[in-house]
């Protein structure tokens, strides 16, 4: 199994302090508030880790912030105490992206995309065999200049886009179009922390395509250093965006649970470093033994070698996992 370092460049803190940024928080957070306050909204209970099935009596409290949330004491994973429904979330996701601007989805997301295909095209090299045609599982939709950017700058490869569609919460889109296109590689970025039954989703998928079809699955990660330290105050912790936060360990017992097998496990993100410094160098009260003083005499350099000891650790806030079928 392999455990690659992506080594990309540190984004400006900006990213995460923004107006976009803080646009985007206060419409999910207003959606959830809705949620809440709306008594016919249903809501499903979670009697056990969506993760690695452990007791839910034995998980710890992570929020009590609006929604709760529970920290797996088997294995780590984050995860929502109760969850609507996957028709609810797929529409208030689309209403969000339906008021967005164009240009909230275009160059300023390049970088990612730019990740993305050459993640596709590593995995390639080492497994020596092609991943000529990848369906992408309603990414897409987020963010419109992605198709753009596969046909400029992902040669050779084909590319075919599921978009987000609220009548089929049952998965049933994803079924029928990976049976209808069988591609290589199953390209799945953005869903599986957004989704009410992360489970359903994994099944449907391996149900639907070929034995060897390789899936590329990104999500955030528990086990990141932001999560460890700022706990539900880190900036990436957005429900409804978070409702399941797989840990390493969580999410390869979630793998074994379906049937899949990990060729590649990966944490690249790149925030961690940089969330981290702008809370130890603003915020107050912050004194936390070493890591203070790390962040606060921290230059450019320094906060580089962190994120690529994070990768290396396997500690960084969003996780990557390659599977076979």
Not at 40 to 62: E, H, L, V
Not at 112 to 120: A, D, G, P, Q, Y
Not at 203 to 231: M, N
């Amino acid at each position: 199994m392999q455990t690659p370092v992506f080594l990309d460049h540190l984004p400006d803190v900006s990213t995460i302090t923004g107006k976009k940024s803080a646009q985007y928080r206060h419409a999910r957070n207003k959606a959830l508030l809705e949620l809440l306050l709306n008594g016919d909204t249903a809501w499903t209970p979670r009697q056990n880790c969506p993760a690695c099935g452990g007791d839910f009596a034995r998980s710890k409290n992570f929020s009590q912030t609006l929604l709760e949330f529970q920290r797996c004491a088997d294995c780590n994973t984050i995860y929502a105490q109760r969850v609507p429904c996957q028709r609810t979330l797929d529409r208030l996701r689309l209403d969000l992206i339906n008021q967005k601007e164009e240009s909230d989805s275009g160059n300023d997301r390049e970088f990612e995309f730019i990740s993305l295909m050459n993640w596709i095209s590593l995995t390639e090299a080492r497994l020596q065999r092609p991943l000529d045609a990848v369906v992408d599982i309603r990414f897409a939709s987020q963010a419109t200049a992605w198709p753009a950017s596969t046909r400029r700058l992902s040669h050779n490869r084909s590319w075919d886009f599921l978009p987000l569609n609220p009548d089929n919460a049952d998965f049933d889109d994803i079924q029928e179009h990976l049976r209808k296109i069988t591609p290589s590689a199953v390209l799945v970025p953005t869903e599986l922390d957004r989704v009410a039954d992360p489970e359903s989703l994994m099944r449907t998928i391996k149900q639907s395509v070929s034995p060897g079809t390789v899936i590329f699955i990104a999500s955030s990660c528990a086990d990141g250093l932001e999560y460890e330290i700022l706990g539900a105050d880190s900036p990436s912790f957005i429900p409804l965006d978070r409702l399941t936060v797989f840990s390493i360990k969580g999410f390869q017992a979630f793998c074994a649970r379906i049937g899949f097998s990990v060729l590649e496990i990966s944490t690249p993100g790149r925030l961690d470093a940089v969330i981290l410094n702008r809370y130890f160098k603003t915020a107050e009260n912050s004194d936390i033994p070493f890591w203070s003083g790390f962040f606060r005499e921290a230059d450019q350099n320094r906060l580089r070698d962190l994120q690529i000891l994070l990768q290396r650790s396997l500690r960084s806030g969003v996780l990557r996992f390659v599977l076979e079928v």
